[in-house]
């Protein structure tokens, strides 16, 4: 295991204990005491996954967040705080962290949201290569769901896996990493219901420990963007079920 992880968190307690227990999984692991420091080494160095606690010195969590995030969609980001609000971990979620780990956390579940996280950004790696692979050799064709080109497509949306384009009736859409993902499970299991526990393993990973209702959230913000002011809705609720998506309900 080669993997780099930088932590950036400003008790020196908490980020020695982080450096120990993650140098002992056998990970590359670097430190930052200040949002500043932590931009300044992300920028230097090649990481695989950063550890942010969102009170910071300096620069705050968020904006350190904010400021990778407008390079770099797909380096994975846990956010370590203390606050434990859904609109706290819905906020920073929504804003491009992959995971939201509140304090005291104990070591083992912290650990585990790693591994899903790079797992996870392993995965999606994978997929985007094979896909620009199909996109170089397959045809192209708009009527399907899926297609060797990497299109999803349904009721005028259009989404590539590859290049991470999102329109509708040829308006382009603009989605958060966590939305595109969400939508992309919809689109590959259109007219499929879905539970929100089957979201939250395909989306936010099996060793995710939140709650699923913050999959509400997030289909009230897809539904928002691919639905509001566009005919026919493709999004919808099945009362006590989950959701899915599908053109006609």
Request: no cysteine; hydrophobic share 40%.
């Amino acid at each position: 295991m080669n993997e780099a992880v930088l932590v950036i968190e400003d008790e020196p307690k908490i980020a020695r204990l982080l450096e120990l227990e993650l140098q002992y999984e056998g990970y590359q692991v670097g430190k930052a005491g200040s949002g500043t420091e932590g931009l300044e080494m992300y920028g230097d160095g090649q990481w695989d996954l950063i550890l942010l606690d969102i009170m910071l010195p300096g620069l705050s969590g968020i904006e350190v967040l904010r400021r990778i995030r407008a390079k770099d969609a797909t380096v994975p980001i846990l956010m370590l705080t203390a606050k434990d609000s859904v609109e706290d971990k819905v906020s920073g979620l929504d804003l491009g962290a992959n995971d939201y780990i509140t304090k005291p956390f104990r070591i083992e579940e912290l650990l585990a949201r790693v591994r899903a996280a790079l797992r996870l950004s392993a995965a999606s790696a994978a997929a985007h290569s094979s896909s620009s692979v199909t996109r170089d050799t397959a045809q192209s064709s708009e009527h399907t769901a899926e297609n060797e080109t990497g299109w999803l497509t349904a009721g005028g949306l259009k989404l590539n896996e590859g290049t991470r384009e999102v329109s509708r009736d040829g308006q382009p859409i603009e989605l958060t990493p966590r939305e595109f993902d969400l939508l992309v499970y919809l689109l590959q299991n259109q007219r499929q219901v879905l539970s929100r526990d089957q979201i939250v393993q395909a989306v936010w990973g099996y060793d995710y420990y939140g709650d699923t209702n913050v999959v509400d959230v997030y289909i009230r913000y897809v539904r928002k963007k691919v639905d509001n002011g566009f005919t026919p809705p493709l999004i919808h609720t099945v009362r006590g079920v989950g959701y899915v998506l599908k053109e006609q309900i």
